[in-house]
């Protein structure tokens, strides 16, 4: 399903136009016009500084010059032509440095809502593209993170989305390129690493045999060959322009790692202002408000509840608990529907169930489970509960009243309800029990049951006809995918084809649609 272009197909453009054009216009209006000096008081100033050092003395002493300097090398790219930019236009005015710095998340944020009504109307049809297009750009989730906050979750939220879509068109030296972008630009992005890791491994190095071939020369052993080839070449293309980009900035693998761990170690409590369990556990024990930036008592993540136990290692256990059966529904089946599933899942989980967890950390969940909550009535339920519950836990941090940040309000109803003890408790309810939900809908056993189904093996009113349809599972590789994978390419090729991956005609059309199987509740 290419981009439309006949009578139909205009009036479906002017409807995305429109809905790109209000999401735009919001986030310039709050950005530029009614809110100029809006941004938390910390992090806008910090990017307009990083920026301009950045412009001084380039890449390379950033580290060494920068002073305190969190972020990644990833991010601070971004960054750099930023201060070049400012430096061109006003000298020395870091006043024009910090109203540049909100302009790459704002253009992410069309771009990826252009994105998501591409992948989505491809496999489930124009309404619900639109769907996904609106969903993303109206939520106050998002324009208030990049007009009003001034982050840029955005912009590595984009790379991650993209990461799952080259994935899901059999692209793996792309999509291990994008995943490795993701976690410079930001650490917490590297929820995407066990879902590229399994789908690559499996796809490229225990892919089943297809045909009964002998063991020495035959067509098996040149598959595997292949395969191999392909995982060394996607292993290299995340490697080496990660290699590249940390040698910009005169760092080395192990010393970016180490340089986020130090990171990490700076925020030693069990949340961060993120309304999770950990909130709940804090407020619970009797922990105090005792600074200015706090939502809810910062509690030491390393002093044992039970002889050596720590939130921090019950935080890694569960974690590590929930990942079991998301990792294992990857391994049965690996179909787009899963893939979006999947991450959502880890995006969420990582927000709900670690500790050290800030209050924006919930942010990808809201792109990467787009696809699902444009096709499915029970996921666009959760997609709304979370956009309520999340976007209160960031307006709750945002309008802290001793930061005075520009646009918050903050009156003493919302302090007696939603942001008192007992309001803090009840968002993190609610957003735990979302999780849970998702980590059900993750289970194996659902995929197991699609994969019956579409084999005949059981009732095919979910499917309808494609349960039973020989082009259907024709259509499907062996792991899941309607597409050639070795045809996929290196790198390169795999960039050229990403266009076409996002608009290029779906291999099965059917009068039921894909919203009956593959992305929307129907289990798979």
């Given at each position: 399903?290419?981009?439309?272009?006949?009578?139909a197909?205009?009036?479906?453009?002017?409807?995305?136009g429109?809905?790109?054009?209000?999401g735009?216009?919001?986030?310039?209006s709050?950005?530029?016009?009614?809110?100029?000096?809006?941004?938390?008081?910390?992090?806008v100033?910090a990017?307009?500084?990083?920026?301009?050092s950045?412009?001084?003395h380039?890449?390379g002493?950033?580290?060494?010059?920068?002073?305190f300097?969190d972020?990644?090398?990833?991010?601070?790219?971004i960054?750099?032509?930023l201060?070049?930019?400012s430096?061109?236009?006003?000298?020395?005015?870091?006043?024009?440095?910090?109203?540049?710095?909100?302009?790459p998340?704002i253009?992410?944020?069309?771009?990826?809502?252009f994105?998501?009504?591409?992948?989505?109307?491809?496999?489930?049809g124009?309404?619900a593209?639109?769907i996904?297009a609106?969903l993303?750009?109206l939520?106050?989730?998002?324009?208030f993170?990049?007009a009003?906050?001034?982050?840029?979750?955005s912009?590595?939220t984009?790379?991650?989305?993209?990461?799952?879509?080259?994935?899901?068109?059999?692209?793996?030296?792309?999509a291990?390129?994008?995943?490795?972008l993701?976690i410079?630009?930001k650490?917490?992005?590297a929820?995407?690493?066990?879902?590229?890791a399994?789908v690559?491994?499996?796809?490229?190095?225990?892919?089943?045999?297809?045909?009964?071939a002998?063991?020495?020369?035959?067509?098996?052993?040149?598959?595997?060959?292949l395969?191999?080839?392909?995982?060394?070449?996607?292993?290299?293309?995340?490697a080496?322009?990660?290699?590249a980009?940390?040698?910009?900035?005169?760092?080395?693998?192990?010393?970016f790692?180490e340089h986020?761990r130090?990171?990490?170690d700076?925020?030693?409590?069990?949340?961060?202002?993120?309304?999770n369990p950990?909130?709940?556990f804090?407020?619970?024990?009797?922990?105090?408000?005792?600074?200015?930036?706090?939502?809810?008592?910062w509690l030491?993540d390393q002093?044992?509840?039970v002889?050596?136990?720590?939130?921090?290692?019950?935080?890694?256990?569960l974690?590590?608990?929930?990942?079991v059966?998301v990792?294992?529904?990857?391994a049965?089946?690996?179909?787009r529907?899963?893939l979006w599933?999947?991450t959502?899942?880890?995006a969420?989980?990582?927000?709900?169930?670690?500790?050290?967890?800030?209050e924006?950390?919930a942010f990808?969940?809201f792109a990467?489970?787009?696809?699902?909550?444009?096709?499915?009535?029970?996921?666009?339920?959760?997609y709304?509960?979370l956009?309520?519950?999340?976007?209160a836990?960031?307006?709750?941090?945002?309008?802290?009243?001793?930061?005075?940040?520009a646009?918050?309000?903050?009156?003493?109803?919302?302090?007696?309800?939603?942001?008192?003890?007992?309001?803090?408790?009840?968002?993190?309810v609610?957003?735990t029990?979302a999780l849970?939900?998702?980590?059900g809908?993750?289970?194996p056993?659902?995929?197991l049951?699609?994969?019956?189904l579409?084999?005949?093996?059981?009732p095919?009113?979910w499917?309808?006809?494609l349960?039973?349809?020989?082009?259907?599972?024709s259509?499907?590789?062996?792991?899941?995918?309607?597409?050639?994978?070795a045809s996929?390419?290196?790198?390169?090729?795999?960039l050229r084809s990403?266009?076409?991956s996002l608009?290029?005609s779906?291999?099965l059309?059917?009068?039921?649609?894909?919203?009956?199987?593959?992305?929307?509740g129907?289990?798979?």
């Amino acid at each position: 399903m290419g981009i439309p272009f006949g009578p139909a197909g205009r009036h479906v453009l002017l409807l995305l136009g429109a809905i790109l054009g209000v999401g735009l216009a919001i986030r310039l209006s709050l950005a530029y016009v009614l809110l100029p000096v809006s941004g938390f008081y910390f992090d806008v100033p910090a990017f307009a500084s990083w920026a301009l050092s950045l412009a001084y003395h380039g890449p390379g002493p950033y580290y060494e010059t920068a002073g305190f300097a969190d972020y990644p090398p990833g991010f601070l790219l971004i960054l750099w032509p930023l201060g070049w930019l400012s430096l061109q236009i006003a000298p020395n005015d870091e006043l024009t440095t910090r109203l540049l710095v909100k302009l790459p998340a704002i253009l992410a944020d069309g771009v990826l809502a252009f994105v998501a009504w591409l992948v989505v109307r491809r496999q489930a049809g124009e309404r619900a593209g639109l769907i996904a297009a609106g969903l993303y750009t109206l939520n106050p989730m998002t324009w208030f993170d990049s007009a009003v906050w001034g982050q840029v979750d955005s912009i590595g939220t984009l790379v991650l989305f993209l990461t799952i879509v080259s994935l899901g068109a059999g692209r793996s030296e792309l999509a291990v390129f994008l995943a490795a972008l993701a976690i410079l630009i930001k650490p917490q992005y590297a929820i995407v690493a066990p879902v590229v890791a399994v789908v690559v491994l499996r796809r490229h190095l225990f892919q089943p045999p297809e045909a009964s071939a002998d063991s020495t020369g035959g067509p098996l052993d040149r598959l595997r060959r292949l395969g191999s080839l392909r995982l060394a070449t996607s292993l290299l293309a995340g490697a080496l322009p990660a290699y590249a980009i940390l040698a910009l900035f005169q760092q080395t693998p192990f010393e970016f790692i180490e340089h986020m761990r130090k990171t990490a170690d700076q925020y030693p409590y069990a949340s961060m202002n993120a309304f999770n369990p950990w909130a709940v556990f804090s407020v619970a024990v009797g922990a105090e408000v005792t600074h200015p930036l706090q939502a809810v008592p910062w509690l030491w993540d390393q002093e044992p509840i039970v002889g050596a136990v720590t939130p921090y290692l019950v935080g890694i256990a569960l974690f590590v608990l929930a990942s079991v059966p998301v990792v294992a529904r990857l391994a049965v089946r690996q179909d787009r529907r899963t893939l979006w599933i999947c991450t959502s899942a880890f995006a969420l989980a990582l927000f709900i169930i670690l500790t050290r967890m800030h209050e924006r950390y919930a942010f990808p969940f809201f792109a990467l489970a787009l696809p699902l909550a444009a096709t499915s009535p029970r996921w666009l339920v959760c997609y709304l509960v979370l956009s309520v519950t999340c976007f209160a836990n960031v307006y709750a941090v945002y309008s802290l009243p001793l930061l005075h940040n520009a646009g918050s309000f903050r009156s003493e109803l919302l302090d007696n309800t939603l942001f008192s003890s007992s309001g803090i408790i009840a968002l993190s309810v609610v957003n735990t029990v979302a999780l849970l939900w998702i980590l059900g809908e993750a289970m194996p056993r659902r995929a197991l049951a699609g994969a019956r189904l579409q084999r005949g093996d059981g009732p095919s009113r979910w499917l309808g006809r494609l349960a039973v349809s020989p082009r259907w599972q024709s259509s499907e590789d062996g792991v899941g995918f309607g597409v050639q994978l070795a045809s996929g390419g290196k790198l390169l090729q795999g960039l050229r084809s990403l266009p076409q991956s996002l608009v290029r005609s779906p291999q099965l059309k059917s009068s039921v649609g894909v919203t009956r199987g593959e992305l929307d509740g129907t289990p798979q």
